[in-house]
């Protein structure tokens, strides 16, 4: 119960539609956590897994057909739909509310109905924001007490009259017919049915910290991005952070987590946050960042002792896992573990490795895990004020044309950069795998709001903050002729990090082309690393041809924002494509 008139009146409203047997307000505590297991346990929507090598570690398998976020069921139900913009699916808000509340009439009937306040940012930060989420799924629930700050503080702050999303959420009948992920910007409302996955259903995560939170973040003066948020300390002690954003499933938690190599002796990572990133313009006039998580939601196949050593420890207890498979011993198995052998496959088969044809774990599979189990996690996810950022890194999945890395020449063109960003496709979306779509600052599922209006309120940040930070673009996955990746990747990706901040702070050798900095002969370094001169080459090859075709296609991609996209992001475009070096008409055309 509640002090607060609008969340009880709000609480009764939904639970007159919604019919449920019980109302529980959930307090945050240990002991309800154990309570909502047990019951999982014993109505088969949890399994426990071996109780010696994973204390407190569970599988729940989902219903086959909700196993990822479904973006063509995803609508922003804005007043205006120029506001929703081409980057999104619109509904009136008429429309959107009778559709959904369609489907939650009577959805609860013989159901519990919880009530979830949470707070998303450390607890006594001004930067944080409250929520609170109303769900009939216990997996909802034990999820949001992992990834959120939830409960009694949560509910304070809100009976202290701060304001908060409302996010209304009923698995429904499972039915894709029946699915809907709906925003309501200016309500700060979310109404999700009919998916118990993750980003669809745990409203505190993409819904509210990025779609409401992009939207609110405008009117109100700071940014929610899709990023994670690292600090690196050199040997001197020195720790800087960095934000980086990337699409879902391109290597966000690994870097966020990552171990430095051999050669980097003394220095460390420190992780803040591995998803999402609220950033502020500080008194200083840097950006500031938050992360509004408090636990990780990460994809399981691929992680290993190489990989992510400490995603692979976290995860040895006290988690959650979604869709993977099991090995004899209930101990839970993914594609890329070292140890065991499957014998049960996401779906709960019987699985024989020997004759399969599928993954065992489905390639979208996830552990939930609080971030305070991570032995990188850095205080400093705790700090009211975030954290300084020094340098932003946009960054997807190209087989070719991007380089390792360049560097943003001003923040306009960082701008540019982000809003030209691309990457394949993956699997922590319905759809096709691997075809390269536009994916602007790795928010084109998450932005709430037009794109061309977030460009242009990006690019406002050169007047608001005195010292923003350096921009950069990173492409961990290149491949060579014979299709093999030409960069080890994971620690090793400590070297072009550290090179960014060499540039951060004027040293760095680079060179300058049409499309950034690109780093220098030398300039990254590489000992104890096994790579030859040829494959640095082709790694850090700007291709200009390539790259004027690039930048035509964002041209077209531009064109479908008409008048919200800003004349100076264009103007920007415009200026990198016509000094690319390419073929005489082409250029003359620029
Ligand atoms: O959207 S989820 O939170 O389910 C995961 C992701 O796609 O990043
Ligand atoms: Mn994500």
Redesign the pocket.
């Known amino acids: 119960m509640t002090t607060n008139r609008a969340l009880s009146e709000w609480v009764d409203e939904v639970a007159r539609l919604t019919r449920p047997e019980n109302v529980h307000w959930c307090d945050g505590g240990e002991e309800e956590f154990q309570r909502l297991i047990d019951g999982m346990l014993a109505d088969g929507t949890l399994y426990e897994l071996n109780r010696e090598s994973y204390p407190r570690c569970y599988l729940h398998r989902s219903d086959p057909s909700d196993v990822?976020?479904v973006e063509h069921l995803t609508f922003i139900c804005s007043e205006n739909e120029a506001d929703a913009g081409p980057n999104n699916h619109w509904m009136t808000p008429n429309e959107a509310h009778k559709k959904v509340d369609a489907l939650f009439e009577g959805a609860m009937k013989g159901r519990t109905l919880y009530v979830i306040p949470y707070c998303m940012g450390p607890i006594q930060s001004s930067h944080a924001r409250l929520g609170v989420e109303i769900t009939d799924s216990p997996y909802v629930v034990a999820n949001m007490k992992i990834m959120t700050r939830m409960g009694r503080q949560a509910l304070d702050r809100i009976e202290a009259g701060e304001p908060f999303v409302r996010g209304l959420h009923s698995t429904g009948d499972l039915s894709p017919d029946h699915r809907l992920i709906l925003h309501f910007p200016e309500e700060r409302l979310i109404k999700s049915v009919g998916s118990g996955?993750?980003?669809?259903a745990?409203l505190g995560?993409?819904c509210h910290a990025l779609r409401i939170a992009s939207w609110q973040a405008r009117d109100e003066g700071w940014l929610a991005e899709h990023m994670l948020i690292v600090g690196i300390q050199n040997p001197e002690g020195k720790t800087r952070y960095i934000a980086a954003a990337f699409p879902?499933?391109c290597g966000k938690t690994n870097l966020a987590m990552l171990i430095p190599p051999k050669a980097y002796p003394g220095w460390k990572i420190w992780t803040v946050g591995d998803?999402i990133a609220w950033l502020h313009v500080g008194d200083d006039g840097r950006l500031w960042a938050i992360n509004p998580e408090a636990g990780y939601?990460g994809v399981v196949p691929g992680t290993n002792e190489k990989t992510n050593k400490n995603a692979y420890d976290t995860i040895t207890k006290n988690t959650i896992f979604t869709n993977v498979a099991v090995t004899e011993d209930m101990e839970p198995w993914w594609e890329g573990k070292k140890t065991g052998k499957p014998v049960t496959d996401w779906q709960g088969r019987p699985y024989d490795p020997a004759t399969a044809s599928e993954p065992a774990a489905h390639p979208n599979s996830?552990f939930t895990v609080s971030a305070q189990q991570n032995p990188s996690y850095s205080e400093e996810a705790e700090a009211p004020e975030g954290v300084p950022i020094s340098a932003i890194f946009f960054g997807g999945r190209r087989a070719s044309l991007a380089p390792l890395i360049f560097e943003a020449k001003s923040w306009e063109h960082g701008v540019l950069i982000g809003a030209g960003m691309a990457s394949e496709k993956t699997a922590?979306?319905a759809g096709k795998v691997g075809e390269v779509r536009r994916d602007p600052m790795a928010m084109k599922?998450f932005c709430g709001y037009n794109y061309g209006d977030y460009w242009r309120y990006w690019l406002s940040f050169a007047r608001r903050a005195e010292h923003p930070p350096h921009i950069f673009h990173v492409n961990w996955f290149r491949k060579g002729a014979d299709g093999k990746f030409l960069w080890p990747g994971f620690g090793e990706n400590l070297r072009v990090l550290e090179w960014a901040l060499e540039r951060c702070e004027g040293h760095g050798d680079a060179d300058e082309t049409p499309i950034g900095f690109v780093p220098a002969r030398g300039a990254i370094h590489l000992e104890g690393l096994d790579i030859d001169n040829q494959t640095m080459g082709k790694l850090l090859a700007v291709d200009d041809e390539a790259w004027y075709s690039e930048y035509e296609e964002i041209a077209e991609y531009f064109a479908d924002y008409g008048e919200r996209l800003p004349e100076k992001l264009e103007h920007e475009r415009e200026r990198v494509a016509g000094a690319l070096n390419v073929a005489g008409d082409k250029a003359s055309q620029a």
């Open positions: 990822a976020r996955y993750g980003g669809n745990l995560k993409k879902s499933a998803d939601f996830r922590a979306a599922p």
